[in-house]
């Protein structure tokens, strides 16, 4: 049985995902730090569902304890290490920068510290679309240039992708990074737009619209992206060599093995009309508050999966109208309303 290491289970996507690979037939260890950024009891609940699995068990502690963080890692001796934990949040970097520096740069050295000496088969760490920052070209793909990063939660996530290429490149370790697209679903963290919607239409509170709605984002379903995750466990990027596969779009490094493959929808929706489907789906019309941008924040994103697919055959294609759907059924009955 593979073992695998998940930075991150009791977070949104850490917890389907290490759902899906016990599904599988993967022993997880889980590693989280229950950090108090939004509510503990959701965080407590994932685990707890985890937890009903014999091949689950998770250590509460925080990405920064590089001692307790290595002594759980050599203990259960992974094959596989997924690090998604991180303070995540382009808003709240604004207020609170130090905790990015604090989990994002120090926690994933950590991570990387921990690989290195571990010597793991595959290392997968999660970054964000965040990183294309001021780019305006799009689809984004993944060989263009990423140096304009627009807040502290991106620019810790870039630092991220050069602290694993440069690991990769002096102790081999085989490192897949993906930038995910602003992933929605059940049990979806607080923090998000689309729980916010929800919370609020239900309530019949106002929903702050930045940009006045002039705004467009890759909606990617939470199952989707975990898919992209697990498939990718499996193409582990090679050493260079000259007899390396070329394949159309690729990025992978040519001194390390290390590539970075976006996890998105492929879909530029109008955030407009992701709000006119919520409102459809829970028969009640917002009370809209349009405000300016942002601070950090960007117009636009938009995923070229084209590498996503060369290397796994999958395409993420839930429709934004079914994936909202599925999480106002799951918000209707966890907080019953």
């Known amino acids: 049985m593979q073992r695998v290491f998940v930075t991150g289970t009791a977070g949104f996507i850490g917890f389907h995902l290490a759902k899906l690979l016990i599904d599988e037939g993967y022993q997880v260890r889980g590693y989280d730090g229950m950090t108090d950024y939004y509510d503990v009891a959701l965080k407590k609940q994932r685990h707890k569902i985890l937890s009903q699995n014999q091949d689950f068990a ?31 949040g382009v808003r709240y970097s604004l207020e609170n920068p130090r905790s990015y520096i604090d989990s994002n740069v120090i926690g994933t050295l950590n991570v990387l510290e921990a690989s290195s000496k571990l010597g793991v088969d595959h290392l997968l760490m999660a970054s964000t679309s965040s990183v294309y920052g001021a780019n305006t070209d799009m689809p984004f793909i993944e060989t263009e240039k990423a140096d304009t990063q627009l807040s502290i939660y991106a620019a810790t996530k870039k630092a991220n992708e050069s602290m694993a290429h440069s690991y990769a490149h002096l102790w081999k370790i085989p490192t897949t990074m993906f930038r995910f697209f602003t992933v929605y679903g059940p049990w979806g963290r607080p923090d998000l737009a689309l729980f916010k919607f929800v919370d609020a239409i239900l309530d019949n509170r106002p929903i702050d619209i930045y940009n006045h709605g002039d ?17 990718l466990i499996d193409v582990v990027p090679p050493v260079p060599s000259q007899d390396r596969v070329k394949i159309p779009g690729d990025n992978i490094s040519p001194v390390a093995p290390f590539r970075i493959v976006n996890i998105g929808n492929g879909e530029k929706v109008k ?67």
């Open 271 to 337: 955030l407009l009309d992701f709000i006119d489907a919520i409102e459809a789906e829970l028969d009640r019309s917002a009370i809209r508050n349009y405000m300016d941008m942002q601070m950090g924040d960007v117009k636009a994103t938009w995923a070229d999966t084209s590498l996503l697919k060369a290397l796994t055959n999958y395409q993420p294609q839930t429709q934004f109208r079914d994936g909202i759907a599925h999480f106002v059924k799951w918000f209707r009955d966890y907080y019953g309303k």
């Open 58 to 88: 998770a250590t509460e502690a925080m990405l920064e304890d590089k001692e307790t963080l290595m002594r759980e890692v050599e203990a259960f001796k992974p094959q596989v290490i997924v690090h998604l934990a991180a303070q995540a």
């Open 215 to 231: 705004m467009y984002r890759d909606f990617t379903y939470v199952d989707d992206l975990v898919r992209g995750i697990r498939l």
